[in-house]
């Protein structure tokens, strides 16, 4: 059974910083192109970073460009999302991701192949 976990959401003040961790077990880390998602509310679910398999190439919706940086641990398994900067307009629900495809195709949510259960983050202003 295949599972994302995610932490590290919570309450920060804008112009903030927060890190996400997501734990995937039950698939070889190393095989999936790995990413963030966010879910504001009563707003669609949207891209934020997607990583590649090996950790080389990287994706940013333009909203988070220069903010945000996704990386991967491989010794680890374990992903991460350091946020920076952060605005009330980051307040969302953010999910890990997982899929088979390429990092580059992944902003594309429906060939997603799992989703984490989403962790809460809340800037203040």
């Known amino acids: 059974q295949v599972r994302l976990v995610e932490a590290g959401g919570g309450l920060v003040q804008a112009g903030g910083s927060l890190r996400l961790s997501c734990a995937p077990s039950?698939?070889?880390?190393?095989?999936?192109?790995m990413g963030w998602f966010r879910q504001a509310p009563g707003k669609e679910r949207e891209f934020v970073a997607t990583?590649?398999?090996?950790?080389?190439?990287?994706y940013y919706a333009d909203s988070v460009k220069g903010r945000f940086t996704i990386s991967r641990d491989g010794a680890k398994n374990t992903l991460y999302l350091q946020m920076k900067s952060l605005n009330p307009e980051d307040t969302a629900v953010y999910y890990c991701?997982?899929?088979?495809?390429?990092?580059?195709?992944?902003?594309?949510?429906?060939?997603?192949?799992?989703w984490g259960q989403g962790t809460q983050v809340t800037v203040s202003s």
């Open positions: 991701a997982a899929a088979r495809t390429s990092a580059q195709t992944m902003g594309n949510m429906k060939i997603v192949d799992y």
């Open positions: 039950g698939l070889t880390f190393g095989n999936y192109a």
């Open positions: 990583i590649s398999r090996g950790g080389i190439s990287t």
